[in-house]
């Protein structure tokens, strides 16, 4: 499934050239509450629900109101709130799945094994009618790429408010992955303490049953590990009481508890440790996701990354090729590796970058042609035009077509004020990515990355400045 590029309208108030600055001072985790938003998210609250929650890295719920009219509420659930296992297995009971044994521990995580969905529903009913015994296993089905699986069920919509999502935007073009998943469990499933995948976003929404979610704050984490530095496996368990182990556990100062009902939404901020429950039979759909709000986090949380492989093999650095074995070793570890990001931000900035051109050519077509021909400082002169459409086709293409005419050029929707707003925040905070990648050493060292970003940058400022 390829990933639709939304662009949502954001007020102007994003684009104040302290916006960097100010977003990171609103990141203010003390006597933090989860609210609960009970209207409806569409593109006229989004400017609203962007800066409060988005930007400051707060988490919130949303009600069901937001889920009402998604197919999985109506075909996945009976009448009484619980799993419809007939619908279920006749429907996608051939697909495999990754399932977990929550009443197991190994290496700090719960073992998986792949299982077919019939199979699993097969135990899930088993387990239910047995009354949820102690001597059975207690299996999750989770990190199942249901989306990728099924790409013609729509089972859901992304909220308005997530919808600004460059992970799966950027992954859709490798076509290996996804960041899409169903998660499917009985009572008393669970997830361990943990932060997400890149330090990145999450939504998760409850299409039947109740979940607990149990939040640390960013920062807290560091009082929720042992003496060895790893983190906690249980946020519940008697060993933190051990001074001797979890020395820094009585500075804990902030954990926030939450219960999530059917139909609800919950949004879990970057870098928000958390643990959650299942309290009843339940199916939700998650989202991994980033954007313009929380991509700093993210570079950083690979910035991070990359110290600690390098201080782990810090014995063999005089070996040829250290650098690059620090990059395979960071991407075998954390996901990504300096390349791999730089890609994701150019392909990122590329996407809104053909959408401004785009907006630009067409408006110039839309003018009378003496305004077009002599341009004015809201309006590109032709000659700019041509330049930009030219500069597009040879994005599309490779090659620069100086014969090409905006008048060959395909027609689009004009852009709102609102969207035009978005493109350019996501362009900025790209551009202060990539202007933190050009002054980090291990990025410059990497072949051909230094040139690439500042090329990259290069272009955003030359479209924002025809732009704003």
Partial sequence: MAASLIVNNLEKSVLNPDNIVK??????????????????????????????????????????????AWKSRKDWVNSDGKPNFEYLRKTFGSAVGPVANCKKEKYSAQPKEDKTFADFVDYWQSYIESDYPESMDNLYLKDWHFTRDFPDYTAYETPCGFSSDWLNEFWDTKDDDDYRFVYMGPKGSWTPFHADVFRSFSWSANICGRKKWIFYPPGEEENLCNKYGHLVYDVDSAELLDENLYPNYKKVRSRIEVIQEAGEIIYVPSGWHHQVFNLEDTISINHNWMNGCNVDICWQYVKDNLSQVQQEIEDCKGMDGWDQQCQLILKASCGIDYGEFLQFMEVIATNRIRLLQDHLVNKSRNLPTEQRQSGSDETPSVDNIKCLADEKQADVSGACDSNTSVLNERLYSPMTEGQINHCVFDLYSVKNVLCDMIQTPEFTSLNDCENKANELTVKIEKIINSII
């Fill in 23 to 68: 977003r990171k001072a609103v990141r203010n985790y003390s006597n933090v509450n989860i609210d609960r938003i009970s209207y409806l998210v569409t593109n006229n609250s989004y400017s609203n629900f962007f800066e409060t929650f988005l930007l400051r890295n707060q988490p919130c719920i949303l009600s069901s109101v937001n889920t009402e």
